[in-house]
Every structure is written in structure tokens, then in C-alpha cells.
């Protein structure tokens, strides 16, 4: 009972100062909520003082030629002038003609701290501790993978992740038919002929080096014919690490001891997001969501008609405990990020705070305008069902995470803070210059 009231009482001091004029003191309360969390600045990351490894990949992240067709390359779903993702609700295919169930999820800070899952449902996973992958290819998976050459050149999710796009066909592979890569009798042999298209290319440019030419220079050690798809991958991870670290906002300013980095109202806002609002249950640590926690938040369900279903992490992991659960992603630079959730189902963060501040109203009422919908190449459906819309939401009450309340009842002020904070104080002007050039 006393430590009820204890909590109580610390619980309304906390809310008495966010609306204080006393400035000290809201710094000093935020600051040590902030410490309870365990929230601390992040800090660039070394040069990787493998250069040509960094400049090879950097190369190979905006190189066509890795699609079966030669159409789209990283670049395409991964632009930092669209938020380091693609801008739509669901990516498009690689002959644009169709959609994938999924967008493409933002690299900001893709390669700081632990993260060991990847893709929205983490079906590329990598174990640390005994340096093992999970991945939906079972050559490179456990203590003795059949396809060990391409796992020794791999070392974190980011690189292993990178090699699943170039051979899924409506990502970039194309359809079988269209090009040798997609006629490849299995996943090994696609990476083999995408290897092989590399090596065998001769730049047009005399100033710029071939591949084979880069790739003996960020490998020394290996000769060129044992170059395979991991060591494109663990190029193209290095690049990623190295070029899109955000460290610049306000609130990673304010975290390192500036008190006036952030505004009065972002600092409400902050209150909100570790209070009331209760954000700070899922989008943890420093960069608020570190891609390792998977949760089900209710998100409505909507894609190419006929609908099927998008059960995320449940079907990577044969659990209908966990369906609908998708990886919580950072919220740094999350102003640059729209549409929100794994399908994009929210234009704005405002409507994102009124789907968290009464998420069955929500899920049961949400549509697609007409002008939406005419900006995709396929007709789409929403799941309306009331059996499926029920598994939905129960799937957020599920514990395997921290429950989400059904209400909020967050007030009108409440919500403009939370805004305020999300949309202003977690971003970096290094990117917003760039995307809003």
C-alpha cells in the first residue's frame, strides 16, 4: 500500500512539472526519468578505417545492375530525400507494376548499437554471442552453415539482410524468364550470377574503377575468385553504418546536457511520450526503438485485393501468439518517415496518436480515401471482417509485450505536445535540409 502511494504521489509530481513555468525544474524531473530509462546521447560511430570497403559499398548501394532487370537498386526504396525509405505506403514491385504488404523501413542509425533483427518481421536474425544467422535461406543458418563462405564474409544482421532483396522476385529479382539471375535454381546460384555480372563489368568511365578492381582493394586478403555475396553485402552494410548516423537533433542535443536544445512545448511533449502516452513502453533506449522488440499495436490491415493478411512476426516464427507483432523501429527523424506502420497505414504522426489514443475506434473505422488509393498501381482492399479485426486487437493484449490500453484519453494539448516533440525535436536538420531541398 505504501509503495502504491509512493508511486501515486511521483506520478502526479511528475505531471505537475511538465506544465511548470520553473524551468529548472522541468529539466531536472525530465532528466531523471530520463536516467530511469536508461536514455543516453548516441555517439557517432569510428571512421571505418577501411576505406575502400565503404567506398565500394557506397557504389553498390545505388548499382542497378544487382537487380535481375536492372531496373532499381537499394537507392530506389532507400533514398535520404524520402526519409531514407521510399515515401509510399507499401513499396511497389520491380517492374512497378504491382505492391509488396510492406514499405521500406528507414536507415537512420541502421548500424549502431546491438541490433540483431532485421526486415519488419526479423525474419534475418544474428546471434552475437555464438555468431550465427536465421534467415530464410538454411545454407547460412546455424554453427555449420552449408554456405560458410558467404557467412564468414558477413558480420550482423545489416549485412545478411541485404542479400534477401536481390533474390525475392517482386523485390528485385524480376520474374523467372526476364533475366539469368531470376532463372537461378536456387538462392545460391542467383547470388552467384549477381557476383558474377559484377566482376564481369567494365566501367565506361576511365576516371572510375571496375568492381573487380574495388573489390581486391577492400579485400586484399581474399583472392578474386573467392569474392561471393558476402562480401557485397558486408560493403554495402559498411556504407549504411557509416552514412546515415543521425546524431544532430534536438532531444540527442538536449541528452547530452544542453538544456536549451529543445523548446518549452517539446519538452511537454516529452513528458507526454513518457507518460501519458505511454510511448516510452515499446520505443525504448536511446534511440527510441532499437529494432529488437516486436509488438502488435493494433495497426489496421490494408494492401493489394484480395486481402491476405499480413501476420508478420507469427508466420516467421509458426506462432499465432505473436501474429500481427512487427519489429518496433526508431523514432528518430520520424517527421521524415511518412506513412507510418509497416503498411503505411497512417499518413501523419497526428493520426498515429489518434490511433494509439483509441485504437479499436481506429481499427474499425479506418479507410482509404479515393485520392489515396488512385496513387497505387493495383486496387486495394481493407480487412473489415469482425472475427479478423478481433484477432487484431487482441493480439496487442497479448503480454508477450507490454499491453497497449484501448483509451488514452489523451487531451487535445496533450496530443499538439506529443506532436510537437516527434515531429521537432527528433529531428536532424542534417537530413530535413536534405529531403526538403
Known amino acids: 500500500m505504501k509503495k502504491n502511494i ?43 578505417t577501411n576505406r575502400p570497403q565503404v567506398e565500394l559499398g557506397k557504389r553498390l548501394f545505388s548499382e542497378k545492375k544487382m537487380s535481375g532487370n536492372r531496373r532499381i537498386a537499394c537507392l530506389t526504396c532507400h533514398n535520404p530525400k524520402t526519409g531514407t525509405g521510399d515515401a509510399f505506403p507499401m513499396s511497389q514491385t520491380e517492374n512497378g507494376k504491382g505492391i509488396l504488404k510492406r514499405n521500406s523501413p528507414a536507415l537512420f542509425n541502421i548500424g549502431m548499437s546491438d541490433k540483431s533483427f532485421m526486415f519488419w518481421d526479423g525474419r534475418v536474425h ?3 554471442k555464438n555468431k550465427t544467422f536465421t534467415t530464410p535461406e538454411m545454407a547460412l543458418n546455424g554453427v555449420n552453415p552449408k554456405a560458410k563462405e558467404i557467412t564468414s564474409a558477413l558480420t550482423s544482421a545489416l549485412s545478411a539482410q541485404a542479400i534477401f532483396p536481390l533474390v525475392t522476385h517482386n523485390e528485385m529479382l524480376g520474374e523467372k524468364g526476364e533475366n539469368e539471375i531470376a532463372d537461378a535454381k536456387d538462392n545460391l546460384q542467383a547470388w ?56 544532430g537533433s534536438p532531444f540527442q542535443r538536449y541528452l547530452k546536457g544542453d538544456n536549451q536544445a529543445m523548446s518549452h512545448d517539446q519538452k511537454q511533449g516529452l513528458f507526454v511520450f513518457l507518460g501519458n502516452g505511454r510511448c516510452i513502453n515499446c520505443h525504448q533506449g536511446s534511440e527510441l526503438g532499437n529494432n529488437n522488440l516486436f509488438a502488435s499495436v493494433g495497426a489496421p490491415q490494408w494492401g493489394e485485393a484480395p486481402l491476405i493478411l499480413d501476420k508478420g512476426r507469427g508466420d516467421v516464427v509458426n506462432e499465432s501468439k505473436r501474429n500481427f507483432f512487427f519489429r518496433v523501429p526508431s523514432l528518430l527523424n520520424v517527421s521524415l518517415t511518412a506513412p507510418y506502420m509497416h503498411n503505411g497505414a497512417f499518413q501523419t504522426l497526428r493520426a498515429v496518436i489518434n490511433h494509439y489514443d483509441h485504437i479499436s475506434d481506429s481499427l474499425n473505422n479506418f479507410e482509404v480515401s479515393n485520392e489515396r488509393r488512385n ?7 481493407i480487412e473489415k471482417g469482425p472475427l479478423q479485426l478481433d484477432n487484431i486487437w487482441l493480439s496487442s493484449q497479448s503480454g508477450l509485450t507490454p499491453k497497449l490500453k484501448n483509451r488514452l484519453l489523451l487531451t487535445p494539448i496533450d496530443k499538439d505536445k506529443l506532436e510537437i516533440f516527434l515531429k521537432e525535436a527528433l529531428t536532424d536538420s542534417k537530413w ?6
Open 375 to 381: 496513387t497505387l498501381p493495383v486496387k486495394v482492399a
Open 126 to 128: 544474428y546471434d552475437f
Open 6 to 48: 509512493l508511486l501515486t504521489l511521483g506520478f502526479s509530481f511528475f505531471w505537475q512539472a511538465a506544465y511548470s513555468e520553473d524551468k529548472s525544474a522541468v529539466d531536472y524531473i525530465l532528466r531523471k526519468r530520463l536516467e530511469f530509462y536508461n536514455i543516453r546521447p548516441l555517439k557517432n560511430l569510428p571512421l571505418n
Open 192 to 247: 552467384d550470377r549477381i557476383v558474377v555480372r559484377l566482376k564481369q563489368d567494365m566501367s565506361q568511365n576511365s576516371q572510375s574503377k571496375s568492381y573487380s578492381q574495388l573489390f581486391m582493394q577492400a579485400y586484399p586478403n581474399t583472392p578474386i575468385e573467392k569474392i561471393n555475396i558476402g562480401h557485397v553485402a558486408e560493403s554495402i552494410a559498411a556504407f549504411e553504418r557509416e552514412e546515415f548516423q543521425s546524431t
Open 432 to 437: 530535413s535540409k536534405l529531403k526538403f531541398k
